[in-house]
């Protein structure tokens, strides 16, 4: 059974072929050059792609562990941000360079908008949540991180032309409510805000929204590793500076382990939910991944619990239904009505 080119588009385009560049072919028969999506295949890969944003969301949600870990040894917040970019880009390189090289080519018009996204998202998302959290509870600056669905909302209304659907407002109200309730957002009565630390956390917030919508974007011309890989690759570059490397190698040459629970940690809880939460992008709306990511929150709150004795609060659990009850309302099975050709 075939479909058209329209559906296609809209509901997960699959290229395998890349031209002499590296970048993805675009042909007017799509039909042709595209691995045709069957509605039972469709549907698989909409469930796999939640299966795999949601495993993003709980390594991500265990970085916590390995931060503590590396700041044990000496690192600085920024060094150990910094260390994991580094762990980043030569894993996706290396990658790149064993599988496909072409992979590796990029457009020069093209550097500019991979170096923007670097500098104005990648890093400073990164500074904008660490200043955050000096300047407030660490409750509050992940509150107001998790305005994220947000951003990606509107950015994606920007940038892809979704359309805020009812299903996606009512998502992203109890997404950012459970958020909310978990860190102590909305609980955390006599929490001293400074416009200074509320504006650091909401720029936190619209950069890792801003992650996944610009991601996207870029993979519609270049293959996801391609994309990530050079994320990572110039907020290194532009990381260096402020991060003391001196520093980082009097630390590792004091105490090697570091360097062994400093790549661990990148690779199980940075690089891996990375590549999956990238992966799913070719398949799931940013808008949609923005909000089923948010489950991050819960696997903190756990991990607190088992492992640090932290409390489990009447707030927590509410915000953990809150959030479960985001992805459900989000999630559509049924893909829309199609054409046939």
């Not at 090289?101 to 093209?110: A, G, L, N």
């Not at 992203?172 to 009565?189: D, E, K, N, P, Y």
């Not at 991060?243 to 690779?267: K, T």
């Amino acid at each position: 059974m075939k479909y058209s080119c329209s559906y296609l588009a809209q509901n997960g385009k699959i290229y395998n072929e890349y031209n002499s560049n590296g970048q993805r072919n675009f042909h007017s028969d799509c039909g042709s050059n595209l691995r045709e999506n069957s509605l039972p295949n469709r549907k698989v890969a909409m469930r796999n792609s939640y299966i795999l944003i949601i495993i993003s969301a709980v390594l991500w949600g265990s970085v916590g562990l390995t931060i503590r870990i590396l700041a044990s040894f000496g690192f600085s917040t920024i060094q150990i941000i910094v260390f994991r970019f580094i762990t980043a880009a030569l894993c996706f390189g290396l990658y790149i360079l064993i599988t496909d090289r072409r992979k590796f080519r990029i457009d020069k018009t093209d550097i500019k908008y991979f170096m923007a996204f670097s500098l104005f998202v990648l890093l400073a998302y990164n500074i904008c949540f660490v200043t955050a959290i000096r300047l407030t509870s660490y409750a509050v600056a992940t509150g107001l991180l998790y305005t994220s669905p947000i951003w990606a909302m509107f950015l994606s209304i920007y940038v892809f032309k979704e359309k805020l659907t009812k299903r996606k407002g009512i998502a992203i109200l109890l997404s950012f409510t459970g958020c909310g309730l978990i860190t102590g957002l909305f609980s955390s009565g006599g929490v001293s805000l400074t416009p200074i630390a509320f504006f650091a956390g909401l720029g936190a917030g619209m950069g890792y929204g801003a992650q996944g919508v610009f991601t996207k974007k870029l993979m519609e011309k270049y293959h996801s590793f391609t994309v990530v890989f050079y994320f990572f690759l110039f907020a290194v570059i532009f990381g260096l500076p402020f991060c003391n490397f001196g520093g980082m190698l009097s630390v590792i040459a004091s105490a090697p382990m570091s360097l062994l629970y400093g790549m661990g940690g990148a690779i199980i809880c940075y690089i891996v939910p990375f590549a999956f939460y990238t992966y799913a992008l070719n398949f799931i709306e940013a808008s949609r991944a923005a909000v089923i990511v948010s489950v991050e929150p819960i696997v903190a709150a756990l991990l607190g619990f088992f492992v640090y004795d932290e409390p489990i609060t009447v707030f927590i659990i509410c915000g953990i239904a809150f959030i479960i009850s985001a992805v459900v309302v989000l999630y559509e099975p049924t893909p829309k009505k199609i054409t046939r050709l």
